[in-house]
């Protein structure tokens, strides 16, 4: 009977260590993971940004670190965009006010004569610093998902209409024709002043790179439960490098394609038209046809 109980005592013994042991080696095992993430949460929040944990294993603390890996990446693209929007924005703002400054320091030296001439030079300086300071405003605003749409039911056909009549001076003194070829009755549950910024900011492109004698085509119609807007002009076309990028803030493509603007319109363009639950691509036929979709009153992510 002591012999039994001597077993029973050891083995009880040799269990409880073996457990010990088992559960110091199962706290090592989770402890670690777990240490190399708080010691990146730290290297992180110091804004070591491109900082990855390891991961080994696929049970819930691999998925941990797979998450923390996806969330460092998504951080590292965001501070990288927005360092460069920052560089842009610096670039940007340093032409027109080196003219602004080297015209008004002319005329107090007394270089430049206190001319309109001179004068409306700076003045045209000045809005361009203006609009580009309006844009950005509302960029960052629709990025941001705090820009205010005022919805309401709206004829996507007269509105186009209206937008290219608001352009027409400007197209003849370019000598561009305008054109409208839209269905009638499509009716979209949308802001018609961001749509009007939206179609401004297409044209406005169409026409900085239309050749004298060249067609602008504004065309609306159903397609796929969608109503399909697309402006089309006879321009050099986008090239293949710069598609992809075309809608990035401040992006400046090939030299057939540079011109005057604040860089920010298409970038505003496809903001707004997510907003509203669509979608914007550019594709090459003959020209740049950019196109945006809306969705129709009835359906039902046009009341988001």
Not at 50 to 75: K, S, Y
Request: a negative charge; aromatic letters at 2%; proline letters at 6%.
């Amino acid at each position: 009977l002591r012999s039994i109980q001597r077993a029973v005592l050891v083995g009880g013994a040799a269990a409880l260590v073996a457990a010990a042991l088992l559960a110091v080696l199962l706290a090592a095992q989770l402890s670690r993971p777990l240490k190399r993430l708080i010691l990146a949460t730290t290297r992180i929040a110091k804004g070591d940004l491109a900082h990855r944990v390891p991961v080994r294993t696929r049970d819930e603390i691999g998925c941990l670190g797979q998450a923390f890996n996806e969330m460092a990446a998504a951080l590292e693209s965001s501070e990288k965009s927005r360092q460069n929007l920052l560089a842009d924005v610096a670039h940007e703002l340093r032409t027109p006010l080196a003219v602004v400054r080297g015209n008004l320091e002319g005329m107090l030296d007394g270089v430049f004569p206190l001319a309109p001439e001179g004068l409306a030079l700076v003045y045209d300086q000045t809005l361009h610093l203006a609009d580009l300071v309006e844009d950005l405003r509302t960029l960052t605003l629709a990025e941001a998902g705090h820009l205010q749409l005022v919805r309401e039911p709206t004829d996507i056909g007269d509105l186009v209409r209206a937008v290219v009549d608001g352009v027409r001076p400007t197209a003849v003194e370019e000598g561009v024709t305008l054109a409208v070829d839209a269905q009638p009755g499509l009716r979209a549950h949308v802001d018609p002043r961001r749509i009007r910024q939206v179609l401004g900011n297409l044209l406005d492109n169409a026409l900085r790179y239309s050749p004298p004698g060249g067609t602008i085509t504004v065309r609306v119609r159903s397609e796929g439960g969608e109503i399909l807007v697309a402006v089309r002009d006879q321009g050099p076309g986008v090239s293949p490098q710069d598609l992809p990028h075309v809608f990035e803030r401040l992006y400046r493509g090939d030299e057939s394609r540079s011109g005057e603007g604040t860089g920010l319109g298409l970038a505003i363009a496809r903001e707004l038209v997510q907003a509203h639950g669509g979608r914007i691509w550019v594709e090459n036929e003959g020209g740049a046809v950019f196109t945006f979709t809306l969705p129709p009153v009835d359906s039902p992510s046009s009341a988001i």
